[in-house]
Structures are given as structure tokens and as C-alpha cells.
């Protein structure tokens, strides 16, 4: 979802901002998406109309004007790649990124502005009718596979623990209508197929899997104890898993687009690494994130699909105008 959060954390090793990224973007721009071109945040605004894509990152506004002036109205991307639930996911990995925590934050301080432009009684109104789409904890997942320091049945519990609290705290600052991302098969990603002769890894799959009935229940809990609280849930595992085992759309759902073959398995996609030339066959853009199609595929599941198994209680559309 970072759509060039990072480029303006110092001391960040998680950056896009060159070359591959970004080949099929207006005017091939390496913005610090992690993706060909748009990323999921652009396609969903898109398809949900009256965006061309993802509102700026925070810090880009900080970086511009000293009071936003009046571009949070359109919103603001919080989103920062390598992040997680956790406050530590990335930090000793990547230098430093956003923590949920910390985005969160930042969010209080843009509902200042937000108050300061419109008054309180207009500027909750804002808030209220706003959408606030998550799509978090991939990044928890890959470290607790690599580090393991506790059971899985635990982690789920704190990491489910965990997301209440960010999300209470949103609801707190006036946020509403909550556009959730289930975990997707991260197992079946390149850097992870990379590590298994070329197949999805199980006990990763399971893991992703097995967050998305917790999630689940917390959303529900939440709609049900918090006053106007109301979410929509995608599924991302089984939206994705759908496309790898019936390679639907795609000629290619194994491969990385863009990347550099080590000995130590997927490496970066960056200037001199092979880059695939028909971008849109291929599920993958690099050793983690999904091609621009990917991303427009699972935005038009996520906005308008009926299927409960795809999004439920109701798609992303109906959320916007709940």
C-alpha cells in the first residue's frame, strides 16, 4: 500500500525509488511503490470511484506545507512497506519504517488539521464518512516464520490482540468504515518459492490461513460493541489461492517479473536484473508484491464480488457508501 512513505524515512532500506519500479506508471516514475505501476491502495480508489489513484503519503504532505493546507481533505496514505501489527516488524530489517503504531499517530495529527480546517462538528463528520482501508501483517507473518520465538497459536493470539488496539484507536479518532485485508498466500510468493524448489511453502500458507478466522471474529465483535462501527472483510488468501491453483488471468502466477536470481534465493528487483517484457501475464512483479494487474484484479474482487468466500459482510463499494 506504501505509495512513497518510505522515501521520506531516513535511514530506510525498504525503497523503491528506482528503476524497475514503476516501468509502466504515468511517465515511468519510480515513485516507491512496490509495483510496476499502480499498487493495490491506486486500484482501489480507482474502482471505487472519484480517484486516479492513492491519495498522497503523509509525509509528503509534512515534507510540502507546515499546516497540509487543505490536501487532507482528500485524504492521506499512511502506509509503509516492510511494516507490521508489531511496532518491532521491519525496524531491525529495513533500518526504519512506520510502524502501525506510529501511522496511527500520524493519523491523530491529520485529524488535527482536519478540525483545525473544518471546525469539529463538520471535520467528525469527515472522519466518520471516510473510508479507511488496511492491508497489514504479511510482514508479521515472514518474521515469525524466520524467528519462531513462540508458538503459532500464540502469535495469532497477539497479533489479533494487537490489531484490536490499533483499530480502537482509530475508532477513537473517529474512523468508521474499515476496509480490512485478510493475509494473503504468502507462501506461494517468489522469494518464498525461491526457498522450496520452486513450491509454495505450507507452514507459511497455514499461518496466513489460519489469522483470517480471528480477524474475522474481531471485526464482528467490534461492529457489535462499538457504536457506527463498520467493516468490510476481504479474503485475500482465498482470492489469491483461487488465481495461483486456477491460473486465472494470468500465464504466470509462480514467477517474479522483475528480479535477480543468488544463490541465497530471489534478490532485488533493480536496474540490470531480468525484467519480464509482458508485464500483465505474470501474478508477480518482484519477490513479494503483486503486477499492477494483480493489484486491479483484487480491487475489483474487493469492491464489487457478492461471494461471502471473496468479501463479506459487504464488499468494499457498499462500504463507501454505508
Known amino acids: 500500500m506504501d505509495v512513497g512513505t518510505n522515501n521520506y524515512v531516513e535511514n530506510c532500506t525498504a525503497r523503491v525509488n528506482h ?13 516507491g511503490r512496490f509495483s510496476n505501476g499502480f499498487n493495490t491502495a491506486d486500484t482501489i480508489v480507482q474502482q471505487l470511484g472519484g480517484y486516479d489513484r492513492s491519495p498522497l503519503p503523509y509525509l509528503a504532505l509534512v515534507n510540502s506545507s507546515t499546516n497540509f493546507s487543505g490536501d487532507v481533505l482528500r485524504g492521506v496514505n499512511f502506509a509503509s512497506g516492510g511494516a507490521g501489527l508489531a511496532t518491532q516488524i521491519g525496524q531491525s530489517f529495513y533500518g526504519k519504517v512506520i510502524s502501525m503504531e506510529e501511522q496511527v499517530q500520524q ?36 518474521t515469525y516464520i524466520f524467528m519462531r520465538q513462540m508458538t503459532p497459536e500464540q502469535f495469532i493470539i497477539n497479533i489479533t490482540e494487537t490489531y484490536a488496539i490499533h483499530l480502537k484507536n482509530l475508532y477513537s479518532l473517529g474512523a468508521r468504515k474499515f476496509g480490512i485485508l ?3 498466500p504468502i507462501g506461494c510468493c517468489p522469494l518464498a518459492r525461491s526457498f522450496n524448489g520452486g513450491n509454495c511453502t505450507d507452514d507459511t500458507n497455514n499461518l496466513a490461513a489460519a489469522l483470517y478466522k480471528p480477524f474475522e471474529s474481531l471485526l464482528q465483535n467490534l461492529s457489535s460493541t462499538l457504536e457506527g462501527f463498520k467493516y ?24 517474479a517479473c522483475c528480479g535477480t ?10 536496474e540490470g536484473a531480468h525484467l519480464c517484457t509482458n508485464r500483465d501475464d505474470l501474478l508477480f512483479w518482484d519477490a513479494f508484491h503483486p503486477t499492477q494487474k494483480g493489484s486491479q484484479l483484487a480491487a475489483s474482487a474487493l469492491v464489487f464480488s457478492q461471494d461471502p468466500e471473496v468479501v463479506t459482510p459487504i464488499n468494499f463499494g457498499s462500504l463507501r457508501n454505508a
Do not use: H, W
Open 182 to 184: 485478510s493475509i494473503p
Open 19 to 31: 528503476k524497475y519500479y514503476g516501468i509502466d506508471y504515468p511517465g515511468s516514475e519510480a515513485t
Open 107 to 142: 493519523f491523530g495529527t491529520v485529524r488535527g488539521n482536519i478540525t483545525a480546517l473544518l471546525g469539529e462538528s463538520k471535520g467528525d463528520l469527515l472522519l466518520q464518512n471516510s473510508m479507511y482501508i488496511i492491508s497489514i501483517g504479511s510482514n508479521d507473518v515472514m
Open 261 to 270: 536470481v543468488t544463490q541465497q534465493g530471489l534478490g532485488d528487483c533493480k
Open 232 to 255: 468490510s472483510l476481504g479474503n485475500t488468501y482465498n482470492m489469491t489461492m483461487n488465481v495461483i491453483t486456477k491460473q486465472i488471468g494470468f500465464k504466470d502466477v509462480k514467477s
